[in-house]
């Protein structure tokens, strides 16, 4: 079982907005603005789209956004493009002692 | 920009070692401000951290992997590795490298070691 809660799958048409949750605790995501977004597509390594909860790294589209709320962190996608549709994963820190957790994933479809 | 590439053993026998190396190009890494680390994905099923490096020297390991893990640096040879003991079946994964600083971050295209006999 994975640290952080994330829905097994979202999916939309193009154009629209989705929104993946990544609901942790108050000892990894609630305290700490260091949560990363990564994105990845079959047999690819992963590539981070968002770090420090809203930073995107240069190169990245604007149409992700990453935000906060307590214990949940979210990606939102805007403008949703078929190439848009991999999997994607959270990521925080979580202190010294656990230091970072991966949520289980979430499957994007574009329909 | 940043490269890595991992390289190492693609079968390992039940309790031996996992050795791997990644090789990073484009520049140092003794430069201070960069981190260096593994990431595992088990085929099929998600990502799992599985520690991080600093020049510093400070070292920060997955608590479930610990006991079993070392990440080291060797400037010389501007390479980092990994040595996961005692591996199981359900060491088998896809190990990546990772390395960078903030946003500015890079992983190796992976490679796929599998524990049996």
């Known amino acids: 079982q994975s640290a952080l809660t994330q829905p097994a799958s979202v999916s939309g048409s193009p154009g629209q907005s989705i929104t993946i949750s990544c609901t942790g605790t108050?000892?990894?995501?609630?305290?700490?603005?260091?949560v990363s977004w990564y994105q990845q597509h079959p047999g690819k390594a992963p590539k981070l789209m968002i770090y420090e909860g809203i930073k995107r790294p240069s190169g990245v589209s604007n149409r992700f956004s990453g935000s906060k709320s307590g214990n949940t962190a979210s990606l939102t996608i805007s403008g949703l493009q078929a190439e848009d549709e991999a999997d994607y994963y959270c990521?925080?820190?979580?202190?010294?002692?656990?230091?970072?957790?991966f949520g289980g994933g979430t499957k994007v479809t574009v329909l | 920009q940043l490269q890595l590439q991992e390289s190492g053993p693609g079968l390992v026998k039940p309790s031996e070692t996992l050795s791997l190396t990644c090789t990073v190009s484009?520049?140092?890494?003794?430069?201070?401000?960069?981190?260096w680390g593994w990431i595992r994905q088990p085929p099929g099923k998600g990502l799992e951290w599985i520690g991080s490096?600093?020049?510093?020297?400070?070292?920060y390991y997955n608590p479930s992997l610990k006991s079993r893990v070392t990440i080291s640096v060797d400037t010389s040879k501007n390479q980092f590795s990994l040595k996961l003991s005692s591996v199981i079946a359900a060491d088998t994964a896809v190990y990546y490298c990772v390395g960078g600083r903030g946003g500015d971050q890079n992983w190796g295209q992976g490679t796929l070691v599998t524990v049996s006999s």
């Open positions: 108050s000892s990894d995501v609630g305290s700490y603005n260091l």
């Open positions: 484009g520049d140092s890494v003794s430069i201070t401000s960069y981190y």
């Open positions: 990521c925080s820190y979580a202190g010294s002692n656990i230091v970072w957790v």
């Open positions: 490096i600093y020049y510093s020297g400070s070292n």
